[in-house]
Nanobody, 124 residues
């Protein structure tokens, strides 16, 4: 069983940067593929980025490609999301998720374990 706790959210001006962390419990976290999703008010949860268990392969939504970077440190059981050049449309609750049975990492139904989310607000 894996438990995930996100941190690092907050309010940042447009064009600014913010770094999110996802700390995982469990000795086998290094075997989990991990993703970040976000959900804005009144909208469906959408894929942001994902990273496979080794960190060797990453995936990004087109809307964040070139601005966001996902990474992980398996020794610390932590996955990171560095967000640069933030826009008002990036405002959402950001969720970390993990899976060991990955098929399509861009689909939220692929993930079994979820964190509680952290709010990111970029005022317009």
């Amino acid at each position: 069983q894996v438990q995930l706790v996100e941190s690092g959210g907050g309010l940042v001006q447009a064009g600014g940067s913010l770094g999110l962390s996802c700390a995982a419990s469990g000795r086998t976290f290094s075997s989990y593929d991990t993703g970040w999703f976000r959900q804005a008010p009144g909208k469906e949860r959408e894929f942001v980025a994902a990273i496979i268990w080794s960190g060797a392969i990453t995936y990004y939504a087109d809307s964040v490609k070139g601005r966001f970077t996902i990474s992980r440190d398996n020794a610390k059981n932590t996955v990171y999301l560095q967000m640069n050049s933030l826009k008002p449309e990036d405002t959402a609750v950001y969720y970390c998720a993990a899976t060991r049975t990955s098929s399509d990492l861009s689909v939220h139904s692929s993930y079994r374990h979820w964190g509680q989310g952290t709010q990111v607000t970029v005022p317009s």
